[in-house]
């Protein structure tokens, strides 16, 4: 039996779900030691990219990022939990959210930091947008 294009959708998200886990450690805090909002997003355009690439196998590139909350600051000496999932995906175009949750290092508690939304484009080999699927 032939797969949908939804069910291909589907598993693709499944199998592309991305979660890196990185350490919040001083240089990558500012003067209330915290997380640079811009680290924050270096490490969500990374998570998003990889989502993306996962989901495609194809070159994936960023062009907006449509809404970022900052809800909590993320404290050093803590673990940010980077979780990626494709939301949305059209022709040549796709959407990762992505979310940093606050994770202490030294307990089982874990909330809600940042959130946001990727949209990814897909490239072929001459640089022009192509199909994501």
């Not at 494709?86 to 979310?99: E, H, P, Y």
């Amino acid at each position: 039996m032939e797969q949908t294009r939804e069910q291909e959708i589907q598993e693709r998200i499944q199998l592309s779900e991305t979660k890196m886990i990185k350490c919040v450690f001083p240089d990558t805090t500012n003067h209330y030691n915290t997380l640079f909002g811009g680290t924050a997003l270096n490490w969500m355009d990374e998570v998003a990219f990889i989502t993306a690439t996962r989901f495609s196998r194809k070159k994936m590139v960023t062009v907006s990022l449509d809404k970022t909350d900052f809800q909590k600051p993320i404290p050093g000496g803590s673990f940010a939990d980077i979780h990626g999932i494709v939301t949305q995906v059209g022709n040549k175009s796709l959407k990762v959210q992505v979310q940093i949750f606050i994770e202490q290092m030294y307990s089982n508690k874990r909330e809600l930091a940042v959130s946001g939304t990727f949209s990814m484009v897909a490239l072929n080999e001459q640089g022009k947008t192509t199909s994501v699927i």
